[in-house]
């Protein structure tokens, strides 16, 4: 990994930064600064002489406390949390971090824990706003694990209805341990679950490679129309049931400890929980069906047991991994930070080693850093909010944390008379001059600093076409007959 550097610009260079981006200084200088988001604050330089930026720290803010075994955390698309418990209880947490006193819903009457069993997982219906339903991953109280679908009270959004379970799945667990746990809906509206190998360290099953198995596999369903208790989406791999389980997506995991899909690329992160040696991430096209991952034959790139193994050159290898050393052994997966309050940490996949306690990111090229540590949480599961902030939750500590970066998104204007919109946008951004000052120069840089687009103008009214630029999030500089500019955070999607 090459070394990452953060600059802190000093007063005076920020008092010249409008005529230094706009040119009117050495072009070595400018070059580089253009690389910078412009704030008076911690900037990261990224891309300049040759170097690859990712951040260097963040910061862990207590956002609520005092639950017990936290596994999971979900939105249902609003500004609420849902804390799982593993012993069995959701917890509602409020947009201030208060708790609701009363359980969202408490299953512990019908699951089994200890070691890793319990309740694991919990996915809300992308059309949950107007159905009502979401879905649970537990283990019953004979060990196996259950995919159950439940539904909101009709009279109180705060509170589910527990007699509303309909259980859609059951898979019998050999062992009590690697029993997955994850559940979330894809970008394509199916319910996908992540499956253990079963437990006993080794995979002596091979459940990993048996396409017949669901174990060791992630799983792909639809829970929508008239087919109960679930149906099989047409382009599974194995739909038609000849080389395999109708449900299997993609098979050679061992326990995919949190998997996720990054909201702007749609591309499919896993986490898997190695044997001894080496913890990987996978990531790959959500639409890519029928991958092998594989464990057992691989841990990581490392041969495993490749006794019966099919030739490696058919098996998909992780974009990062890490080892056992300085205290590590276990990996919680969480997500690609897709929101917009922090630039430098944007784009970057965040995960935790649970013994160590650091939090570490992967770039989108599959760098590693490992972050701070924050001794005695023992990380078990990150959380995004409706509108892509991301969150952590330390199982020991019993603590959900906020995760912040150090570069803030928010952009003050300069010059007020300069009105910018649509924002989000998808096509075209307007822009209009409210004063006498015409509209000159518009310039739009990606999070990294680099320039995107520029285009002079000579008007009081304009429009911008953005179609051909990715999703994203922008900073658009935009500069009047004056010499003033403003700047303005823009999100194209």
């Keep these: 990994m090459r070394q990452k550097y953060v600059l802190k610009l000093?007063?005076?260079?920020f008092s010249y930064i409008f005529l230094i981006i706009f040119g009117k200084t050495n072009a070595f200088i400018s070059n580089i600064l253009k690389l910078m988001i412009m704030k008076k604050t911690i900037l990261s330089l990224f891309m300049a002489l040759g170097l690859t930026s990712m951040a260097q720290t963040i910061i862990l803010t207590p956002f609520a406390t005092g639950f017990s075994d936290p596994v999971e955390i979900a939105h249902c698309g609003d500004?609420?949390?849902?804390?799982?418990?593993?012993?069995?209880?959701?917890?509602?947490v409020n947009s201030d971090g208060s708790v609701n006193a009363e359980n969202f819903l408490n299953l512990s009457s019908l699951i089994s824990t200890g070691s890793e069993r319990g309740l694991l997982g919990l996915a809300f219906h992308p059309n949950y706003e107007s159905n009502g339903y979401f879905f649970v991953n537990y283990t019953n109280t004979s060990g196996n694990t259950v995919i159950a679908r439940y539904s909101v009270s009709n009279s109180n959004p705060n509170v589910a209805d527990p007699s509303s379970g309909v259980i859609l799945l059951t898979i019998n667990q050999p062992f009590s341990n690697h029993n997955g746990g994850c559940i979330k809906f894809g970008p394509d509206g199916y319910l996908w679950i992540s499956m253990g190998d079963g437990g006993s360290g080794g995979d002596p099953n091979n459940n990993g490679q048996n396409k017949s198995s669901l174990l060791g596999k992630m799983l792909r369903i639809s829970v929508?129309?008239?087919?109960?208790?679930?149906?099989?989406?047409?382009?599974?791999?194995?739909?038609?049931?000849?080389?395999?389980?109708?449900?299997?997506?993609?098979?050679?995991?061992?326990?995919?400890?949190?998997?996720?899909?990054?909201?702007?690329?749609n591309d499919l992160w896993i986490a898997d929980v190695g044997q001894n040696a080496i913890e990987e991430i996978n990531k790959t096209s959500a639409a890519e069906a029928g991958l092998n991952y594989g464990w057992r034959c691989y841990e990581g790139d490392q041969t495993y047991n490749a006794s019966g193994c099919s030739d490696s050159s058919t098996m998909t290898f992780p974009i990062a991994q890490y080892n056992h050393s300085s205290g590590r052994c276990s990996i919680t997966g969480g997500y690609v930070y897709r929101g917009a309050q922090y630039t430098d940490i944007y784009g970057?996949?965040?995960?935790?080693?649970?013994?160590?306690?650091?939090?570490?990111?992967?770039?989108?090229i599959g760098e590693l850093t490992f972050l701070n540590s924050y001794n005695g949480n023992y990380f078990a599961t990150f959380g995004e909010d409706a509108s892509g902030e991301l969150y952590i939750a330390g199982k020991g500590s019993g603590t959900i944390y906020r995760i912040h970066g150090s570069v803030t998104a928010s952009i003050e204007d300069v010059v007020t008379s300069i009105k910018v919109f649509p924002n989000p946008t998808k096509d075209f951004i307007s822009l209009e001059s409210s004063s006498s000052a015409l509209i000159a120069e518009v310039i739009l840089y990606d999070i990294s600093g680099k320039e995107i687009l520029r285009k002079s103008l000579d008007v009081t009214t304009a429009q911008v076409d953005v179609s051909n630029i990715s999703n994203g999030l922008y900073i658009m500089a935009v500069k009047n007959s004056e010499g003033k500019t403003s700047k303005h955070k823009i999100r194209i999607q």
Excluded: H
């Excluded at 500004?79 to 509602?92: E, M, N, P, W, Y």
């Excluded at 194995?238 to 395999?244: K, P, V």
């Excluded at 970057?348 to 989108?364: H, M, T």
């Design 348 to 364: 970057l996949y965040f995960f935790a080693d649970y013994c160590s306690n650091q939090i570490g990111v992967v770039n989108q």
């Design 224 to 265: 929508d129309g008239d087919v109960m208790p679930y149906g099989i989406p047409e382009d599974n791999p194995f739909a038609n049931g000849a080389q395999g389980a109708e449900e299997i997506w993609a098979y050679g995991l061992r326990n995919a400890w949190k998997f996720s899909f990054d909201r702007e690329t």
């Design 10 to 13: 000093e007063r005076l260079i």
């Design 79 to 92: 500004d609420r949390l849902f804390i799982v418990q593993q012993g069995g209880a959701i917890k509602v």
